[in-house]
């Protein structure tokens, strides 16, 4: 009897060890970058591992667009979630390395500036009064509500933002200092979009701004500010985001896939999975899908192995993305 319960023990382990080298054996995903984009791909991984029982591993990190470029560039990673487009520099640095990418619009972002629920000064905010709080020179000198407005309280404001690495802190500061990463260096920063939804619900004179499904989140924490372009203010919103008036703040956000990567199966069977329920999947997070033209180019361009990037190397303010897509990729 003692032999037997041995043996059965000995099955037990091995079956155990056995499950464990297969899980460890299976192909891997790896992805990692932006904040803002990461609910959308975290979202897709969940449903792409149920889809494959486990036969696949989809890992996702969170390094902001600039740090997950960093990795993408040095061969570390398939794909890389980006808010923005791919920089003239990060262009330069995967060229260096022999690295081709395929460019990938999966979504539209709505921006979202935020205060704290007690604030009752600062419903609607026009883009020079943001300007006035985040510019460079506003360092050490605009450290007062009443500063930028004098119709707002005279109390300090705490103003919250990403980090230098994240692309949504590269297309803020385009859309409302004029320059990308022109900005003042006295905020409290981070990658991780939840520091920042803590930050601005616990301090009624906070000010802060990151991607909108983190505000939709935590819409019972935080307030949007209505966003005043010149033709009054213009909350975020599904409305909004489709009829181009939530402006300037309305900005793509992608993928991007290693070339050498997809010549792996699961690679390829990822992103088909990603563009084939990329609406639905968008939609559940909060985001605002784009037309089925455009997921159906992206498949289009990892067929035909199509490398490059059509941007220009920054973000851009306001652009047509499916205009855009009709340009000439070049790496």
């Known amino acids: 009897m003692s032999s037997f319960i041995h ?38 991984a969940e449903d792409f591992q149920i889809a494959k029982r486990g036969a696949v591993r989809v890992t996702v990190g969170i390094s ?26 990060e262009m330069e640095t995967c060229k260096k390395a022999g690295l081709q990418y395929i460019e990938m619009p999966i979504a539209i ?5 935020v205060i704290n629920p007690r604030n009752s000064w600062s ?15 506003a360092q050490g000198q605009i450290t007062k509500w009443n500063q930028v407005n004098p119709a707002w309280p005279d109390e300090t404001i705490k103003l919250f933002g990403p980090g230098a690495d994240s692309g949504t ?32 619900a616990s301090d009624m004179h906070a000010l802060g701004f990151f991607g909108f499904a983190y505000y939709v989140e935590n819409k019972n924490k935080i307030d949007a500010v209505a ?22 703040l309305s900005r793509p956000i992608f993928i991007y896939v290693n070339a050498r990567s997809t010549g792996k199966p699961e690679i390829r069977d990822f992103v088909q999975f990603f563009m084939d329920n990329a609406i639905d999947l968008v939609t559940e997070v909060k985001y605002f899908p784009l037309s089925p033209e455009v ?16 941007f220009s190397g920054q973000s851009e303010v306001g652009m047509n993305i499916e205009a855009v897509m009709q340009n000439e990729a070049r790496l």
């Open 123 to 137: 419903k609607t905010m026009t883009v020079d009064e943001l300007k006035q709080f985040w510019k460079p020179e």
């Open 7 to 44: 043996m059965k023990q000995f099955i037990v382990v091995m079956s155990l060890f056995c499950l464990s080298a297969n899980l460890y054996a299976s192909p891997i995903v790896r992805i990692d970058g932006s904040s803002t984009v990461y609910p959308i791909v975290e979202a897709v």
């Open 64 to 89: 902001g667009t600039g740090g997950g470029f960093k990795k993408f560039c040095r061969g570390e990673l398939d794909v890389v979630n980006a808010s923005r487009p791919i920089t003239q520099l």
């Open 109 to 113: 972002d709505a921006l979202t500036v």
């Open 169 to 200: 802190f590269d297309y803020f500061t385009e859309a409302v200092v004029g320059k990308a990463k022109s900005s003042r260096g006295d905020f409290t920063a981070s990658e991780d979009d939840n520091v920042l939804v803590q930050g601005v």
């Open 295 to 310: 997921y159906k180019k992206n498949l289009e361009n990892l067929k035909k192995s199509k490398v490059g990037t059509v």
């Open 227 to 248: 966003i005043d372009n010149g033709n009054g203010g213009v909350i975020p919103s599904i409305q909004t985001v489709e009829d181009g008036s939530y402006q300037p």
